[in-house]
């Protein structure tokens, strides 16, 4: 599944999507205690699974990773944080990953099964649009997000160790390859999540089979990104073997009894 924090007037509410029974759950957020209470659920369609929130907080984006492929979107009412379905929207493929710009005009998301990323326009309603964009990617991409600048588009490509690096076309949200368009980590990290420092000179990506956050500077002026630390995020002392690429038909590798890193 996968879950959303969202601030409204007087509550924090978070989401939570459920793939199995369909559902995203909606829970209020005791910011004292950090305990969590169910408000409500949703019905939004099976295998619904990675989700974003609208860069004015004001709309929800939801993926459905069933045939046919479909992102859902809904309202979020301030004061309650009720969703109310606005559209839906053809995919591109099954997406492990969504996200906007930070315009709000552009949806974003990743394919871990068909390698690929996809862009299309979402319009002023917060509908996204039936027109998609498609960049092949290598092996299992799994993460896709804009810097804080706007300027720049970065992604995970777990089965290639490698973070794609793109400038966006702020017209249309081409994505332009920055260089080789992509830099390397070490061999069997599995980039997967992706965050940036509050100045954004600065992108941290996560193994998700290594555990490890490795650090890369971010040139300003062309986005291209330059490895300046990895430091590991697993105790020794857990003993976890390393993770391993999943093949998607078979995401849980339930039958692999090892104890291993997943981050």
């Not at 924090?5 to 199995?20: D, E």
């Not at 039936?130 to 991409?141: E, L, P, R, V």
């Not at 966006?168 to 994505?175: F, M, Q, R, V, Y």
């Not at 500077?217 to 391993?244: E, F, H, M, Y």
């Amino acid at each position: 599944g996968c879950s959303f924090g969202l601030p409204a007037q007087a509550a924090t509410f978070a989401y939570i999507s459920s793939p199995t029974d369909g559902l995203i759950s909606q829970y209020r957020l005791d910011e004292q205690s950090g305990a969590l209470s169910l408000v409500e659920q949703t019905k939004a369609g099976d295998q619904v699974n990675p989700m974003a929130i609208s860069s004015d907080g004001k709309a929800l984006f939801a993926a459905l990773r069933s045939k046919p492929y479909q992102v859902l979107s809904f309202s979020i009412e301030p004061a309650t944080g009720h969703l109310k379905p606005l559209s839906q929207a053809p995919l591109a493929e099954s997406l492990a990953y969504l996200s906007t710009d930070r315009s709000g005009r552009f949806l974003f998301g990743a394919s871990y099964g068909a390698d690929l990323l996809s862009v299309q326009p979402i319009d002023a309603q917060h509908r996204p649009s039936d027109s998609i964009q498609t960049y092949k990617t290598g092996m299992h991409a799994h993460s896709v997000r804009t810097d804080p600048s706007n300027r720049f588009v970065y992604a995970g490509n777990l089965g290639v160790d490698r973070v794609l690096q793109y400038r966006l076309e702020p017209k249309d949200g081409k994505l332009v390859p920055i260089g080789e368009g992509y830099v390397a980590v070490t061999e069997n990290t599995g980039p997967r999540h992706l965050a940036f420092s509050s100045d954004g000179k600065f992108l941290y990506v996560v193994g998700e089979m290594s555990g490890t956050v490795t650090a890369f500077a971010i040139n300003q002026k062309t986005g291209a990104l330059k490895q300046t630390s990895t430091a590991d995020g697993i105790p020794k002392r857990l003993n976890l073997a390393p993770g391993q690429a999943r093949d998607a038909r078979n995401n849980d590798l339930k039958d692999d009894p090892t104890p291993r890193i997943w981050a």
